[in-house]
């Protein structure tokens, strides 16, 4: 139970119950890490955090917007204030605004790219410059979709913004391999989230059949994600970087 022991860990995107953001703090916390929980839900992250204190782990939480670098800035300075450092970053925030190309505004398109992919560049430019000054380096962890390596109808925004995620991975962690900073993606496939499962319950015929399509059967779990994400965060990774690992029951290996 100590594979993060001592370690600093930032994931945004955090308050949604149940989530890959929430699943991820509460699965870091309880391998030793004090998780920092953002999300422009400050409320929700407050209560994520204070979940995990309840069992004896340790949390913080603030108010994120992930696409104001302003924010970004100001809990990198309270996470140095309070810490002095910054071993893991999961940039996990983001949306999912679908349409056909037909149909999507200039604004949805705008709006998809900045939560998804220019938040990330914001996060992972800021964490490089305090992990550079760590003897031990640091983990970014980057949390892109199945949706960044396959093209799917109605998907346009979605998947260009995920799909930047993978190669704006590769290539900072290329740029920042001496540096002892491990730099990877994670795609999910489907994944029972919180706003899955809204869909799915507005939608129950859909649940068979998108279970059919995935070769395992079923959708994953928010902890599914999170142990991956526990993985890369941890020394068991530690000659693992500028790679995508695919979290999806085997659904785009058809």
């Given at each position: 139970?100590?594979?993060?022991?001592?370690?600093?860990?930032?994931?945004?995107?955090?308050?949604?119950?149940?989530?890959?953001?929430?699943?991820?703090?509460?699965?870091?916390?309880?391998?030793?890490?004090?998780v920092?929980?953002?999300?422009?839900?400050?409320?929700?992250?407050?209560?994520?955090?204070?979940?995990?204190?309840?069992?004896?782990?340790?949390?913080?939480?603030?108010?994120?917007?992930?696409?104001?670098?302003?924010?970004?800035?100001?809990?990198?300075?309270?996470?140095?204030?309070?810490?002095?450092?910054?071993?893991?970053?999961?940039?996990?925030?983001?949306?999912?605004?679908?349409g056909?190309?037909?149909?999507?505004?200039?604004?949805?398109w705008?709006?998809?790219?900045?939560?998804?992919?220019?938040?990330?560049?914001?996060?992972?430019?800021?964490?490089v410059?305090?992990?550079r000054?760590?003897?031990?380096?640091?983990s970014?962890?980057?949390?892109?979709?199945?949706?960044?390596?396959?093209?799917?109808?109605?998907?346009?925004?979605?998947?260009?913004?995920?799909?930047?995620?993978?190669?704006f991975?590769?290539?900072?962690?290329?740029?920042?391999a001496?540096?002892?900073?491990?730099?990877?993606?994670?795609?999910?496939?489907?994944?029972?989230?919180?706003?899955?499962?809204?869909?799915?319950?507005?939608?129950?015929?859909?649940?068979?059949?998108?279970?059919?399509?995935?070769?395992?059967?079923?959708?994953?779990?928010?902890?599914?994600?999170?142990?991956?994400?526990?993985?890369?965060?941890?020394?068991?990774?530690?000659?693992?970087?500028?790679?995508?690992?695919?979290?999806?029951?085997?659904?785009?290996?058809?």
């Open positions: 139970m100590d594979r993060l022991a001592g370690r600093i860990a930032l994931i945004t995107g955090g308050a949604s119950i149940p989530g890959l953001g929430s699943a991820t703090a509460q699965r870091f916390a309880e391998e030793g890490a004090h920092i929980v953002t999300d422009h839900d400050g409320t929700g992250a407050e209560a994520v955090a204070q979940g995990i204190r309840d069992v004896g782990g340790k949390a913080t939480a603030f108010t994120h917007d992930v696409t104001s670098e302003a924010d970004w800035d100001r809990v990198m300075a309270a996470i140095m204030a309070a810490h002095g450092r910054l071993d893991v970053l999961v940039n996990n925030a983001g949306i999912a605004m679908l056909l190309i037909a149909t999507v505004s200039t604004a949805d705008l709006r998809q790219n900045d939560v998804n992919l220019n938040s990330i560049f914001y996060g992972t430019q800021r964490a410059g305090i992990m000054g760590q003897a031990d380096g640091g970014i962890i980057n949390m892109s979709s199945v949706v960044g390596m396959v093209g799917v109808v109605g998907c346009a925004a979605y998947g260009a913004s995920k799909g930047g995620v993978r190669l991975s590769k290539t900072v962690a290329l740029e920042v001496r540096d002892r900073i491990r730099v990877n993606s994670v795609h999910p496939g489907m994944i029972l989230t919180n706003m899955q499962t809204v869909a799915l319950r507005d939608n129950p015929e859909q649940y068979d059949v998108i279970s059919a399509s995935i070769p395992m059967g079923r959708f994953g779990a928010p902890l599914d994600i999170a142990n991956m994400n526990l993985f890369l965060a941890s020394e068991e990774a530690r000659y693992i970087t500028g790679a995508e690992f695919v979290v999806d029951g085997g659904l785009i290996a058809q």
